[in-house]
T-cell receptor, first 115, second 115 residues
């Protein structure tokens, strides 16, 4: 099985712009979660989508949004970029059925740099 | 809400020496516990997990971790490290039962194995 893929791998934007990141989960996985990783704040949960519905949400401003398509692929969008949004954005997929063995598989991440 | 504390930000160790990476957690409900490893410019890989049963869990590459409920700890150990173990290690928790996926991570421990 192919792993979790994220595109693009690297992105450079300027303040005020918006950006869309994409995540393709492992085939058969219905849950996609997004995390932000920065040197200062570490790994922080953004949100989770399951069957096209947001199931969990972290403590991020409304500039951060996401969606999930019927094929389980997910996108996250950040509007009005700030310098502090520079980070590695990680996507993780899982079966999402709530079983005790619901392991999350992570993609390689998208490195976003805001200038 | 849960929190995870990894007291050691960096742990230098010589090759073939033993190592322990410490992890303590706080939660008002029962949790599942995980250790993830991150190599440079890569996503996270699951190293091992505690769901229930035996409090000692092992990985295929020689790492082990022991769940201690009274001390709310989940320390990671390896009796003899290799250069290839150099990476960043993250301890994480998630709530037992349904409700979706939301991992709460510690700040990470950089393990540096030296010759």
């Amino acid at each position: 099985k192919a792993g979790v893929t994220q595109t693009p791998r690297y992105l450079i934007k300027t303040r005020g712009q918006q950006v869309t990141l994409s995540c393709s989960p492992i085939s058969g996985h219905r849950s996609v979660s997004w995390y932000q990783q920065t040197p200062g704040q570490g790994l922080q949960f953004l949100f989770e989508y399951f069957s096209e519905t947001q199931r969990n949400k972290g403590n991020f401003p409304g500039r951060f949004s996401g969606r999930q398509f019927s094929n389980s692929r997910s996108e996250m969008n950040v509007s009005t970029l700030e310098l502090g949004d520079s980070a590695l954005y990680l996507c993780a997929s899982s079966l999402g059925t709530g079983t005790r063995d619901n392991e999350q598989f992570f993609g390689p991440g998208t490195r976003l740099t805001v200038l | 809400a849960q929190s995870v504390t990894q007291l050691d930000s960096q742990v230098p160790v010589f090759e073939e020496a033993p190592v322990e990476l410490r992890c303590n957690y706080s939660s008002s409900v029962s949790v599942y516990l995980f250790w993830y490893v991150q190599y440079p410019n890569q996503g996270l890989q699951l190293l091992l997990k505690y769901l229930s049963g035996s409090t000692l869990v092992e990985s295929i590459n020689g790492f082990e971790a022991e769940f201690n409920k009274s001390q709310t700890s989940f320390h990671l150990r390896k009796p003899s490290v290799h250069i290839s173990d150099t990476a960043e290690y993250f301890c994480a928790v998630t709530t037992r039962g349904g409700g979706g996926n939301k991992l709460t991570f510690g700040t990470g421990t950089q393990l540096k194995v030296e010759l």
